[in-house]
């Protein structure tokens, strides 16, 4: 039994140590690219703003589509779009 | 013969020595083997991006394209070789220069919010095209009858036995004959005596096939746009030239690698298009995939239909190595990892744990799904493809533009006319893509 629990901690332990060490590399990576290297003309920085814009749109259109595909799925009617 | 004299210069003929041409022409000759010798060398990551590009999803379109439209889409195929030279070119310049791969370039240039966007789409992109290649491999070969389960396995097995040599060279000869495996197709087109004058036709008109720009076409003219320009094309081109420690000096024959995979990717589809327009031509009820083609030209030709099949299966295997290698060098990169192909696992175990996580993850998951939802993954990994790439695109011409960091290799104002025109056209059609995918009938007629 103690060597159960032993085993059952240890299957628990690694993958929350997997987790917090990739925490811990997350925020170092945000802390090492925390200002962007380059600078950017007006022109550059307009364009990015209308890129961040369409992704928005984009990343929303692309839940619409897959919470319809899903629920064709569920229904039996899976067709193109 | 001088000291500090270059390679070049030695075997250039000494000026005004009065040597005849039988002289000339050897000094010339050991000039030229010289770069051909230093070509050999440097060639790979253009090669292998290209002819991968021909995965298991482009092959499917370039199926569709040929069963549909015949040999009448031909010229924009050879058209999309410039424009797919254009692009990964950049990626060549950039990784020479500033020895570091397009993700981590976009954290360093653009910031956290710009990076971690497109490392995790990357990421998302990357694992479901992998899920694809596996469908498609499967799917080629169950028609020898071999259970799903034994060629996901097998896969495993050679995609991880590749990269465990621990030498970036190992690895990179092994998938260049995978690449070579690709032109399989290529006897294919002569076996089947196509219309030589449909396929002049074909490539050297512009024109539309008969009935006219309809829905279908424009929806085909996209998907033969987007499988030509792929986003992990660019990260993975990218790293693997600073894996291979590709210098500034060797850019010319890096472009030039870059050149020849182009013309054989363009090779490789124009020949799929030709097998498939003589074989399998019906534009009212047209092939579904790749492997019900395959399956539909045994009873014509069991060697061209086991061609084509096996090019299915290695088109799918060289696109699952790249696309995992493209994330995984993406992680490394951006997290600070060892993330060197010329690591053993000891000295790089995030690099190559995260490396076969994705790659027994898209595998478990191919068995797991059936029918309809192996037709979702197909279509979502096409409209997402479209959030990442023209974003991966502007920050690359963002980044090609930066005199500080490029010096002499910044981008002149030709190429910047010729990539910004790719660029917008590549936006253009590719969200024209994704709603048409997500709308079909949006455009319909009435």
Same mark, same amino acid.
């Given at each position: 039994?103690?060597?159960?629990?032993?085993? $059952?901690?240890?299957?628990?332990?690694?993958?929350?140590?997997?987790?917090? $060490?990739?925490? $811990?590399?997350?925020?170092?990576?945000?802390?090492?690219?925390?200002?962007?290297?380059?600078?950017?003309?007006?022109?550059?920085?307009?364009?990015?703003?209308?890129?961040?814009?369409?992704?928005?749109?984009?990343?929303?259109?692309?839940?619409?589509?897959?919470?319809?595909?899903?629920?064709?799925?569920?229904?039996?009617?899976?067709?193109?779009? | 013969?001088? =000291?500090?004299?270059?390679?070049?210069?030695?075997?250039?003929?000494?000026?005004? #020595?009065?040597?005849?041409?039988?002289?000339?022409?050897?000094?010339?000759?050991?000039?030229? #083997?010289?770069?051909?010798?230093?070509?050999?060398?440097?060639?790979?990551?253009?090669?292998?991006?290209?002819?991968?590009?021909?995965?298991?999803?482009?092959?499917?379109?370039?199926?569709?394209?040929?069963? =549909?439209? /015949?040999?009448?889409?031909?010229?924009?195929?050879?058209?999309?070789?410039?424009?797919?030279?254009?692009?990964?070119?950049?990626?060549?310049?950039?990784?020479?220069?500033?020895?570091?791969?397009?993700?981590?370039?976009?954290?360093?240039?653009?910031?956290?919010?710009?990076?971690?966007?497109?490392?995790?789409?990357?990421?998302?992109?990357?694992?479901?095209?992998?899920?694809?290649?596996?469908?498609?491999?499967?799917?080629? &070969?169950?028609?020898?009858?071999?259970?799903?389960?034994?060629?996901?396995?097998?896969?495993?097995?050679?995609?991880?036995?590749?990269?465990?040599?621990?030498?970036?060279?190992?690895?990179?000869?092994?998938?260049?004959?995978?690449?070579?495996?690709?032109?399989?197709?290529?006897?294919?087109?002569?076996?089947?005596?196509?219309?030589? /004058?449909?396929?002049?036709?074909?490539?050297?008109?512009?024109?539309?096939?008969?009935?006219?720009?309809?829905?279908?076409?424009?929806?085909?003219?996209?998907?033969?746009?987007?499988?030509?320009?792929?986003?992990? &094309?660019?990260?993975?081109?990218?790293?693997?030239?600073?894996?291979?420690?590709?210098?500034?000096?060797?850019?010319?024959?890096?472009?030039?690698?870059?050149?020849?995979?182009?013309?054989?990717?363009?090779?490789?589809?124009?020949?799929?298009?030709?097998?498939?327009?003589?074989?399998?031509?019906?534009?009212?009820?047209?092939?579904?995939? =790749?492997?019900?083609?395959?399956?539909?030209?045994?009873?014509? *030709?069991?060697?061209?239909?086991?061609?084509?099949?096996?090019?299915?299966?290695?088109?799918?295997?060289?696109?699952?190595?790249?696309?995992?290698?493209?994330? #995984?060098?993406?992680?490394?990169?951006?997290?600070?990892?060892?993330? #060197?192909?010329?690591? /053993?696992?000891?000295?790089?175990?995030?690099?190559?744990?995260?490396?076969?996580?994705?790659?027994?993850?898209?595998?478990?998951?191919?068995?797991?799904?059936?029918?309809?939802?192996?037709?979702?993954?197909?279509?979502?990994?096409?409209?997402?493809?479209?959030?990442?790439?023209?974003?991966?695109?502007?920050?690359?011409?963002?980044?090609?533009?930066?005199?500080?960091?490029?010096?002499?290799?910044?981008?002149?104002?030709?190429?910047?006319?010729?990539?910004?025109?790719?660029?917008? *056209?590549?936006?253009?059609?590719?969200?024209?893509?994704?709603?048409?995918?997500?709308?079909?009938?949006?455009?319909?007629? /009435?």
């Amino acid at each position: 039994m103690n060597a159960f629990h032993k085993m $059952s901690a240890a299957i628990v332990q690694i993958p929350a140590a997997v987790v917090r $060490s990739l925490v $811990s590399q997350v925020r170092q990576v945000n802390r090492r690219y925390v200002k962007p290297e380059i600078e950017l003309t007006g022109f550059t920085k307009v364009c990015l703003f209308v890129l961040r814009i369409y992704l928005l749109a984009m990343i929303a259109l692309m839940g619409y589509f897959l919470v319809q595909q899903v629920r064709a799925i569920g229904s039996g009617s899976l067709g193109h779009g | 013969m001088q =000291a500090g004299q270059t390679v070049m210069e030695r075997t250039q003929a000494p000026p005004d #020595s009065g040597m005849n041409s039988l002289a000339r022409f050897f000094f010339g000759f050991r000039r030229s #083997s010289k770069a051909m010798r230093i070509f050999f060398a440097i060639a790979g990551p253009g090669i292998i991006v290209m002819v991968a590009d021909n995965d298991a999803g482009g092959i499917t379109t370039y199926t569709q394209a040929g069963a =549909a439209y /015949k040999m009448h889409l031909l010229w924009f195929l050879i058209l999309l070789g410039p424009v797919a030279y254009y692009v990964q070119e950049m990626t060549v310049r950039l990784g020479a220069v500033t020895k570091r791969g397009h993700a981590e370039a976009i954290f360093s240039a653009f910031g956290r919010f710009w990076g971690w966007f497109s490392l995790l789409d990357l990421v998302l992109t990357d694992w479901l095209t992998m899920i694809t290649e596996f469908i498609g491999m499967t799917a080629a &070969m169950s028609i020898f009858h071999i259970p799903p389960t034994l060629t996901i396995v097998v896969v495993w097995i050679v995609m991880g036995s590749m990269i465990l040599s621990g030498r970036y060279w190992t690895w990179e000869k092994i998938t260049l004959v995978f690449c070579v495996v690709n032109l399989i197709y290529i006897p294919a087109a002569f076996m089947v005596h196509p219309s030589v /004058k449909d396929i002049l036709q074909g490539s050297l008109i512009p024109h539309f096939p008969p009935g006219g720009l309809t829905n279908a076409l424009f929806f085909m003219l996209m998907a033969l746009f987007g499988t030509t320009i792929a986003p992990w &094309m660019l990260f993975f081109q990218q790293s693997s030239v600073v894996d291979k420690g590709l210098d500034e000096k060797d850019i010319k024959f890096g472009k030039a690698d870059t050149a020849i995979g182009a013309v054989l990717t363009v090779v490789c589809a124009v020949v799929l298009i030709i097998v498939c327009g003589t074989l399998l031509y019906n534009p009212d009820n047209p092939i579904g995939d =790749a492997a019900q083609a395959a399956k539909s030209m045994m009873p014509t *030709s069991r060697f061209i239909g086991t061609t084509f099949a096996i090019g299915l299966f290695d088109a799918g295997l060289l696109g699952a190595v790249c696309i995992s290698l493209a994330s #995984s060098w993406a992680f490394g990169e951006v997290f600070g990892w060892a993330h #060197s192909l010329n690591h /053993k696992v000891k000295e790089a175990p995030w690099f190559y744990a995260y490396y076969f996580f994705d790659l027994l993850l898209a595998g478990a998951v191919t068995r797991l799904l059936k029918g309809p939802a192996q037709v979702l993954v197909t279509l979502f990994v096409q409209v997402i493809a479209t959030t990442l790439l023209p974003a991966a695109l502007v920050f690359l011409i963002v980044l090609l533009n930066d005199r500080k960091t490029m010096g002499g290799h910044t981008n002149t104002r030709w190429q910047n006319i010729a990539n910004v025109t790719i660029v917008v *056209s590549i936006v253009v059609c590719s969200t024209f893509y994704a709603i048409t995918t997500i709308f079909p009938n949006l455009f319909a007629a /009435k």
